[in-house]
C-alpha cells in the first residue's frame, strides 16, 4: 500500500545564505562513520551562520593538529564529501575553513 504525505498550508521559499558565520561549538570525530574512516579524525562544528541560522558543517583546511577557537569567523567552501560506486563517482558538497579575509 502505498501512501502520499501533503504538507498543508506551507509555502517553500528559496533563500540564498551568504556561507559566512561564526563557530558555535566544535567536536573532533575520531571514530568516523562508515564510508568517511579515512577523513577521520577531523572537526566537526555547529556554525552560526550571519543570518542567523545554524548548521553543522565539517571545518576543513586546519593545519595538523589545529583546532578552531569559539567565535572563530569561517566561510563555507566546496569540498569532496565522498566517491561512490564502482565508478568512483565524486560527490562534493559544502564545508567550512577559517575566513581568510
Same mark, same amino acid.
Given at each position: ?10 509555502? /517553500?521559499?528559496?533563500? +540564498?545564505? /551568504?556561507? $559566512? ?10 571514530? /568516523?562513520?562508515? %564510508? ?8 566537526? +562544528? ?5 543570518? %542567523? /541560522?545554524?548548521? $553543522? +558543517? ?12 569559539? %567565535? ?10 565522498? $566517491? ?8 562534493? %558538497?559544502?564545508?567550512?575553513?577559517? +575566513?581568510?579575509?
Amino acid at each position: 500500500m502505498s501512501e502520499s504525505r501533503q504538507v498543508v498550508g506551507v509555502q /517553500a521559499e528559496r533563500y +540564498a545564505f /551568504a556561507g $559566512t558565520g561564526t563557530v558555535y561549538s566544535f567536536t573532533v570525530v575520531r571514530e /568516523a562513520p562508515q %564510508g568517511f574512516e579515512e577523513q577521520s579524525p577531523y572537526v566537526l +562544528a555547529l556554525i552560526k551562520l550571519d543570518e %542567523g /541560522a545554524m548548521i $553543522t +558543517a565539517q571545518i576543513t583546511d586546519l593545519d595538523m593538529g589545529e583546532l578552531p577557537s569559539i %567565535g572563530d569567523r569561517v566561510e563555507m567552501v566546496t569540498r569532496k564529501l565522498t $566517491t561512490e560506486g564502482e565508478r568512483g563517482m565524486i560527490v562534493y %558538497g559544502y564545508k567550512f575553513r577559517k +575566513a581568510v579575509s
